[in-house]
């Protein structure tokens, strides 16, 4: 594979191209009902959580409106693959996200992109794009912007050009 474009939910999302067969999509959570294509979703939140919503605090009311159609698609997905802390029966597509990967970079994880940039590292493709990854305003999005400059960085030191 020639390409992967990580994205998120911040209004840069709408950039990704996903219409670029050569180019693997590969979202966080419910970013997979605003994309025409995916190929990946990332929740790396447990299903207990999610189904409760807890992950939505401080999120912007276009997301709140379609959480529930997220929850239902985890439920009944049987094409997309979804990346996990571990298989989760209730999601038939889970996979478990592979433990060499979090101790090879120490437990350093402080979002979901952070998941998605070690296993996208380790594809090995010539290309990682970011879309909808903006890491702006709240003090969270500081503390996990520091990790996804520690996986970019990662990336270009192992020759992986990077389109931010």
């Known amino acids: 594979m020639q390409s992967i474009a990580i994205v998120g939910l911040a209004p840069s999302r709408e950039r990704a191209p996903c219409a670029d067969k050569d180019t693997w999509i590969w979202t966080v959570g419910d970013g997979v009902l605003y994309l025409p294509r995916c190929d990946a979703v990332f929740e790396m939140h447990r299903p207990s959580v999610v189904e409760l919503g ?5 999120c912007n009311g276009w997301r709140r409106e379609r959480y529930g159609e997220y929850v239902n698609w985890l439920a009944t997905n049987r094409e997309v693959p979804v990346w996990a802390q571990e298989r989760f029966k209730q999601w038939s597509m889970s996979l478990a996200f592979p433990s060499e990967l979090i101790e090879r970079f120490n437990g350093y ?13 380790d594809q090995k ?8 990854v903006e890491c702006r305003g709240q003090l969270d999005y500081t503390k996990m912007r520091y990790a996804i400059e520690f996986y970019c960085g990662v990336a270009v030191g192992k020759g992986i050009n990077l389109v931010i």
């Open 54 to 58: 807890m992950g939505l605090d401080g």
């Open 109 to 121: 994880f402080t979002s979901t992109v952070c998941y998605m940039l070690a296993l996208a590292i």
């Open 125 to 132: 493709p010539k290309q990682i794009s970011l879309y909808g």
